[in-house]
């Protein structure tokens, strides 16, 4: 939509509220980014540190396939990921459990 001046509304990012940068959209930026990281990690064998490299200079805070997202706070994506490969053989019997379970 536009406005009077015929000026195109700008699409706020992702989980940007009324124009607020909060801490809590910075951390679901976070949260959202770690899940891709993670499962880029799975699918194509990347390493943490190929991970967080990529992540932090291509991703975080930037367009990605037309969508324009939050900045992340980048601290809190890497203690995410890292906490998750850290405890990964504990935490996959209960993904599996809780998917079979429907």
Known sequence: MADSNNTPDKKPAKG???GKDRKA???GA???????????MDMAGAGINDIF???ESHWL???VEGDKYLPAEA????DV????VRDQAKLDP????????G
């Open 16 to 18: 940007q509220e009324k």
């Open 25 to 27: 959209n910075r951390r």
């Open 30 to 40: 976070a949260r959202l980014a770690a899940v891709q990281a993670l499962y880029q």
């Open 53 to 55: 490299a990529e992540f």
């Open 61 to 63: 805070g930037n367009e």
């Open 75 to 78: 601290a809190f994506f890497r």
């Open 81 to 84: 990921v890292a906490g998750v």
């Open 94 to 101: 209960l993904i599996d459990e809780a998917l079979s379970n």
